[in-house]
């Protein structure tokens, strides 16, 4: 099992940036797929930003230029960068992890949201 734990939310204005952080813990593979889904108040969950062992990503289009995925393998974190943050970015933003190999399989598990492991998620506010 592995044990996430998100940081860094918060409540931004319109055109702000946060920082998010996962620290990763437990049973954690050397092949894997990570990364984030938010859900917004009375809104379905959605995936934001992926990133697998090798450094490959998965953003979609409409975050693209505003929301940049990184990670410390030294330190296990992993990091969302979200500049020009609007009010429809708020939400609780998830931290999910699992042992998948390959990019085209971290892709796959980005868009049926099938990960094993979740965090309890960080609160992003942005007010107008």
């Known amino acids: 099992q592995v044990h996430l734990v998100e940081s860094g939310g918060g409540s931004v204005e319109a055109g702000g940036s946060l920082r998010l952080s996962c620290a990763a813990s437990?049973?954690?593979?050397?092949?894997?797929?990570m990364g984030w889904f938010r859900q917004g108040s009375g809104k379905e969950r959605e995936g934001v930003a992926f990133i697998n062992d090798l450094g490959g990503t998965i953003i979609p289009g409409a975050l693209k230029g505003r929301f940049t995925i990184s990670q410390d393998t030294a330190k296990k974190t992993l990091y969302l960068q979200m500049d020009n943050l609007q009010p429809e970015d708020s939400g609780m933003y998830y931290c999910?992890?699992?042992?998948?190999?390959?990019?085209?399989?971290?892709?796959?598990?980005?868009?049926?949201?099938?990960?094993?492991?979740w965090g309890q998620g960080t609160q992003v506010t942005v007010s107008s």
């Open positions: 437990g049973r954690t593979a050397t092949t894997y797929c």
């Open positions: 999910v992890a699992d042992a998948i190999v390959g990019f085209g399989l971290c892709v796959v598990a980005a868009g049926q949201g099938v990960f094993n492991n």
